[in-house]
Nanobody
Framework: QVELVESGGGLVQAGGSLRLSCAAS????????MGWYRQTPGKQRELVAS???????SYADSVKGRFTIARDNAKNTVYLQMNSLEPEDTAVYYC????????????????WGRGTRVTVSA
């Protein structure tokens, strides 16, 4: 099935680091843009970081200088390196892909992963 699978979440103390990974299915041929969103109870899902196929990146102000997004186009995988984590970073992090083409030629406007939990303790 066409899907995005996140991994790397967990429990970490404040000041620690985590690296999230999002792997797209092998039948996905190309992805224009990939990004990470996060959501906590009572809040809307918000964009954390994104990266285009050309390498252009964008970050939420709250994570600039602490998080770094990168992608491997050949593997259709996106990473989120999270350093200096704060309790406010606690959330479920979701992988997102836009303008996806699978090997059959079918196109998808957008795909979402199921999410991976990140908990930062004080």
């Amino acid at each position: 099935q066409v899907e995005l699978v996140e991994s790397g979440g967990g429990l970490v103390q404040a000041g620690g680091s985590l690296r999230l990974s999002c792997a797209a299915s092998r039948d996905i041929f190309s992805i224009n843009s990939m990004g990470w969103y996060r959501q906590t109870p009572g809040k809307q899902r918000e964009l954390v970081a994104s990266i285009t196929s050309g390498g252009d990146t964008s970050y939420a102000d709250s994570v600039k200088g602490r998080f770094t997004i990168a992608r491997d186009n050949a593997k259709n995988t996106v990473y989120l390196q999270m350093n200096s984590l704060e309790p406010e970073d606690t959330a479920v992090y979701y992988c997102n892909s836009r303008d996806v083409v699978i090997r059959t030629g079918i196109k998808y406007l957008e795909l979402w992963g199921r999410g991976t939990r990140v908990t930062v303790s004080a």
